[in-house]
């Protein structure tokens, strides 16, 4: 059972874990979200819409939009729009390209003249890169940045961009504005994680006994860990009686996530579960169970139903996956800029949020195939 104690206690345990940790050698280790105060610092989708019912209305009319085809771009255009994009695309999952070639589809279906810089860098591991390139984005005066927030340094970064004012800011892969910024970004953009981590707790609570063990492989230490690791303990905690037995950051990798995966089989034979808060995270975890002989017997999540996660619920070796309908991201970064260049920017929403659908091994071919027609309808 997971026992509440002291903010202080719980600091001075989870650094003796910590200190017996290092001198097991073992792999990564996370600290308690206590210590991350997300919730003090970003509004929560479903909160944010209860305090704005407004932004809630206009988030579903343009999700309507999304959905569906293409606008003509009415306004003529004597010089492209100059739009500057920083991805950490390089990893496992599929997502930040989809969302690339969904959001320049969409701008020449439309036929709005743009010139676009991508760059895309490793996560968690390219902060100075990605502060580079930021300073190359000034030099190169876009009238839109897309970038995301992760690490706690992004907020740095993105904090100079939004008090300049010489630009907007297009933040992917985050649904929950940061409640400190007196100047907001022009828009949020994802698949918000607190939802998709509901319905993965959902699928796992239906599928365990009270006095089960699990465990989670998370990320690095930042806000998707946040958002997706340290919400899912949080959840398993208050609506079941499982038992928590490890949680682990990565160092944002397959190998490191292996790595943690492997240590908790060797230490918990019993867990019946490995909640993985990344598509990288869950090959990773992937590469333990097989090597320790443990498929069929541990059950593991993707998040996010890219393009790697979907092939291996097919071949059964992960049970199931929230799954994006991935291309919507880039619609709406894509339409929400034509809004704005029509002079209708009230019309975009402060969050735009994609839906997610479950899928599971069991899922048949032709089933999948069609919603991979709708997650990808952009970017095949």
Not at 82 to 98: A, E, H, T
Not at 153 to 162: D, K, S, V, Y
Not at 211 to 235: C, E, L
Not at 340 to 365: M, N, T
Request: net charge positive.
């Amino acid at each position: 059972m997971i026992i509440l104690v002291s903010k202080y206690k719980l600091l001075a345990f989870y650094f003796f874990k910590y200190l017996i940790c290092s001198l097991l050698g073992i792999a990564s280790f996370t600290v308690p979200s206590v210590l991350a105060n997300h919730h003090d610092a970003f509004w929560p989708l479903q909160e944010y819409w209860q305090q704005y019912p407004q932004q809630q209305k206009l988030s579903q009319a343009f999700a309507e939009r999304v959905r569906l085809q293409s606008q003509p771009f009415v306004h003529s255009q004597d010089i492209p729009v100059k739009i500057f994009v920083i991805y950490p695309g390089k990893q496992i999952s599929d997502y930040w390209r989809r969302s690339i070639e969904s959001f320049t589809a969409r701008l020449k279906e439309a036929g709005i003249k743009y010139h676009l810089q991508a760059h895309h860098t490793k996560p968690a591991s390219a902060l100075e890169q990605q502060q580079r390139l930021l300073q190359k984005a000034h030099r190169f005066q876009p009238d839109y940045i897309i970038f995301t927030l992760d690490a706690k340094q992004h907020g740095t970064l993105i904090e100079r961009i939004l008090q300049l004012n010489t630009t907007k800011l297009i933040l992917q892969n985050i649904t929950t504005p940061v409640k400190t910024w007196p100047r907001q970004p022009f828009l949020y953009v994802g698949f918000d994680h607190a939802t998709g981590t509901q319905l993965l707790a959902n699928y796992y609570q239906a599928r365990t006994d009270f006095n089960d063990q699990f465990a989670t492989v998370m990320w690095s230490p930042g806000y998707i860990s946040d958002a997706r690791g340290h919400y899912f303990n949080k959840v398993m905690q208050q609506q079941s009686d499982l038992t928590l037995t490890d949680s682990y950051y990565t160092k944002a990798s397959r190998r490191s996530a292996y790595k943690s995966a492997k240590q908790i089989l060797i230490r918990h034979p019993k867990v019946k579960f490995i909640y993985a808060s990344a598509t990288d995270v869950a090959f990773g975890v992937l590469d333990a169970i097989k090597e320790q002989n443990r498929q069929g017997e541990v059950m593991l999540n993707g998040w996010g139903g890219g393009e790697s996660e979907l092939q291996a619920l097919l071949a059964g070796e992960i049970d199931v996956t929230v799954m994006r309908m991935n291309d919507d991201n880039g619609v709406a970064m894509a339409d929400a800029i034509q809004l704005d260049l029509e002079g209708q920017g009230a019309l975009v929403p402060q969050i735009y949020s994609g839906d997610f659908v479950v899928v599971d091994k069991h899922i048949s071919r032709v089933e999948l195939e069609q919603l991979k027609a709708r997650a990808f309808r952009y970017s095949q």
